[in-house]
């Protein structure tokens, strides 16, 4: 039955599908957003000799954020969405949209592809949610693939989804690493209105026959600049190729890789760009400053700070799985209440941590890149860069888990004699 999602939809969906839990291949020579089946692209990403960015790239007097609010020209209770969703986004403190859920939630209505650019914590999620669950509720059944680059923002955008579907019959499923693989496949053999996955997880799924990526007809991918770099890029191209034909294309991030252009153009299809800041990366409210240390003194500094009563709740990050493992032990045996995440453990162990450190019962939390975006984490007082990244964007994600919410955070950088 053909379908459209308003009355002023200018894009009718042609199937009304839902996840199936065999897969029978999908995809085949069908449009992929804007490009088919494309080669070129992807790759994986090449090994390289540890090499940080510049030093004074990493220094910075703090420039007071200029608080903007935003006066959103309706409230949820103007538009012309579903009295229950209505009902959910009044029962969770929402009265009001921010600028990107303003400006975007026509034309998703209108199922146009739309990239998304608007600073972290200004209602990304929401932006793409709203419009996506007013759908389901209006019109016939249609599933959404969302991709994200780490686990712990799947699991967010998940519960987001959860808390704005409250009364409702939808269901959701989040595909990520670090859990029983089994329990995935047990769980495909339901429907879902929205799955939440990362990429490896969701190929690999993919890969044993368990899930038919050609049921999604929504695919969004957030924080895209990450999902498009050459760390990703393969493996969105293949699941995208595999959805073959969809309604609808969404990415949304905080910043935008300009570079990333042609790969953008692959996924969209004449999109509508909705840019409410600027899409560059910037700490520019953050204390920057580096430290000068060698060898196994970046443990005697690191413990010597934690002592500093300023030093209320530190992120710590390090360039790989092995020296997060290390730093924490030091830390611990120093009697500094420390937990660690990374790609190591298992995801239970890790949400445990991040909701110990979100609790405030332990002081640091050592960290690959896996929680530089993403993570919203209240009141992080200093980050800590043991090892300085080899790219300025990860730098500046990662000191951006600071000086949240208009607040002045402090960053430090440890670098070598």
């Avoid at 693939?145 to 923002?153: D, G, I």
């Avoid at 191209?237 to 042609?262: C, H, N, P, V, Y």
């Avoid at 360039?319 to 730093?327: G, N, S």
């Amino acid at each position: 039955m053909e379908n459209k999602r308003s009355s002023g939809g200018s894009k009718s969906r042609p199937n009304n599908r839902r996840n199936k839990s065999t897969s029978s291949g999908g995809g085949g020579n069908r449009r992929s957003g804007g490009g088919g089946q494309r080669g070129g692209g992807g790759g994986r990403r090449s090994t390289h000799v540890y090499k940080p960015i510049a030093s004074h790239l990493m220094v910075h007097e703090a420039v007071p954020m200029q608080e903007v609010t935003y006066d959103a020209k309706t409230k949820y209770a103007d538009w012309d969405i579903h009295p229950k969703l209505k009902v959910a986004l009044r029962q969770a403190g929402w009265v009001a949209p921010t600028e990107i859920q303003e400006v975007s939630f026509a034309d998703i209505i209108e199922l146009k592809d739309i990239m998304g650019i608007a600073t972290t914590g200004t209602g990304k999620t929401g932006a793409f949610l709203i419009p996506i669950i007013d759908a389901l509720l209006k019109d016939e059944p249609f599933q959404t693939l969302v991709l994200a680059p780490t686990r712990e923002l799947a699991l967010q955008i998940e519960q987001e989804f959860k808390t704005l579907t409250k009364g409702m019959t939808f269901s959701s499923l989040t595909l990520i690493g670090g859990r029983n693989i089994n329990s995935d496949i047990h769980a495909l053999k339901r429907n879902y209105d929205l799955i939440v996955a990362t990429p490896g997880r969701l190929k690999d799924l993919y890969g044993q026959g368990k899930i038919d990526l050609a049921q999604a007809s929504v695919l969004i991918l957030d924080e895209f600049d990450r999902m498009l770099d050459m760390g990703f890029q393969k493996d969105v191209k293949f699941i995208a190729d595999k959805i073959g034909q969809r309604d609808q294309t969404m990415l949304f991030s905080a910043t935008r890789d300009k570079t990333q252009e042609t790969i953008v153009n692959y996924f969209l299809t004449d999109p509508v760009i909705h840019q409410v800041s600027s899409g560059e990366a910037s700490a520019e409210h953050i204390n920057q400053t580096v430290q000068v240390v060698s060898g196994d003194e970046r443990f005697d500094q690191l413990i010597d700070m934690m002592g500093d009563p300023k030093m209320k709740r530190v992120l710590v990050f390090a360039e790989t799985k092995h020296r997060v493992k290390k730093i924490t032990k030091k830390l611990s045996q120093a009697g500094i209440a420390t937990d660690e995440i990374h790609g190591n453990k298992s995801q239970n162990y890790r949400q445990k941590a991040l909701g110990k450190f979100k609790s405030g019962k332990i002081k640091a939390l050592c960290a690959t890149d896996v929680a530089a975006r993403g993570l919203d984490i209240d009141d992080v007082t200093h980050v800590i860069n043991f090892e300085a990244p080899t790219d300025y964007d990860v730098y500046i994600h990662r000191v951006g888990r600071t000086g949240r919410n208009g607040k002045t955070g402090e960053a430090i950088t440890f670098v070598d004699r």
